[in-house]
């Protein structure tokens, strides 16, 4: 099918993922539509406007109503509209349930057979995983926050529909029309800039990690496979950058060689997630990230360098 003749309708397509996918669709053709409010970087879409395969709603996806109205055009939907991660969702709790489970929660009742998912989740609900052991699709969901627990319950509610691809995705990072600086790889890149130390608490804690060009590149590769894809669950990250944070911090080093790196013994961190994840399901249907965390961290540099105050946070 010609990519022109296919609707997507993407929520929260204003925000650090959404714009980058908005903005990749829309130059392959796609007619892309997205719902956001616009909370944080009004600006993040202005270079689209020009586009006439694109159009903003600026409109709150707890709206069902008019949901209800509009979904039956669309062949893909995209629900990224959420707070996200756990300190907001710990600030605006109830905002935190109605826009993270309760709008996929009502979305789910007036899609139609025709709209196909692509939905985003954090691998964080794997939470506290086991020792030398990785996670994988099938592994349990223990989160560990109240932004782990919404997240978990709404890919519930979307891997019960018809037609849907759920990812768990790593800790994004990398550069975006709409920047944040709370995802660990970008918030130690500008704090090694900012500061030149970086003060590491519980530094053999797990993580996994994905460049956010590699989760447009999956959503793409998603609109192509859909029907092999169909009903699964991918765990999404770079198999090659399962790192404790001190290694993180080490390989950040590397590359900015007068950073200092001081280890805190005895202080928890607030975030408590730790564990390895095997990302071979999606590896097996063909998938293969392309930006390695060495590049993401090159990018960063250079981006931070030259603007260290380049953030709009969520909070
Ligand atoms: N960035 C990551 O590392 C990561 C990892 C896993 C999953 N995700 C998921 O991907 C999605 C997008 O995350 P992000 O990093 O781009 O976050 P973001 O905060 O940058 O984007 C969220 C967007 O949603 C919009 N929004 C919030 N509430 C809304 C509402 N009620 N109505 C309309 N719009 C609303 C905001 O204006 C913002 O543009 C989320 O669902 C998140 O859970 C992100």
Redesign the pocket.
């Known amino acids: 099918m010609i990519n022109s003749k296919i609707n997507i309708l993407i ?2 397509g ?5 714009s980058m996918i908005s903005t990749e669709l829309v130059k392959q053709n796609f007619n892309v539509t997205v ?6 970087d009004k600006g993040s879409l202005n270079h689209l406007y020009v586009n006439d395969n694109f159009k903003l709603i600026k ?4 709206d069902i109503k008019f949901l209800k109205k509009i979904v039956k055009k669309f062949d893909y939907i995209i629900p ?5 991660g756990a300190p907001l969702c710990e600030k605006f709790k109830k905002d935190a349930v109605s ?2 489970f309760d ?1 996929i929660n009502g979305l789910s009742k007036v899609i139609t057979n025709k709209n196909k998912i692509i939905f ?3 691998n964080s609900g794997y939470g506290i995983g086991e020792k030398n052991k990785f996670c994988d699709e099938n592994s349990p969901l223990k989160p560990i926050s109240l932004y782990g627990r919404t ?1 978990c319950d709404a890919e519930k509610v979307v891997n019960n529909q018809k037609n849907n691809v759920c990812f768990r ?1 790593a ?2 990072f990398g550069n975006s029309y ?1 920047m ?1 600086s709370d ?1 660990l790889v970008n918030n130690f890149v500008q704090t090694a800039i900012k500061k030149n130390k970086l003060t590491i608490f519980e530094p053999k804690f797990r993580r996994n990690f994905i460049h956010v060009k590699d989760v447009v590149n999956a959503v793409i590769f998603t609109i192509k496979n859909f029907k092999k894809m169909n009903g699964e669950i991918y765990n999404l990250g770079l198999s090659n950058a399962n790192l404790t944070k001190i290694g993180l911090a080490k390989k950040i080093k590397k590359f900015h060689p007068s950073l200092k790196i001081s280890v805190i013994k005895n202080r928890k961190d607030p975030d408590q997630r730790d564990y390895f994840v095997s990302n071979k399901k999606i590896e097996k249907v063909g998938f293969r990230p392309k930006v390695n965390l060495e590049n993401g961290i090159k990018e960063l540099l250079n981006i931070f360098k030259n603007d260290p105050n380049k953030i709009i946070n ?1 909070y």
């Open positions: 929520t929260g204003a925000g650090y993922l959404g719902i956001d409010l616009l909370k944080y409109k709150d996806v707890r990224l509209a959420a707070l996200v826009t993270n709008a985003m989740t954090s997240k995705l800790t994004v709409r944040r995802l969520n």
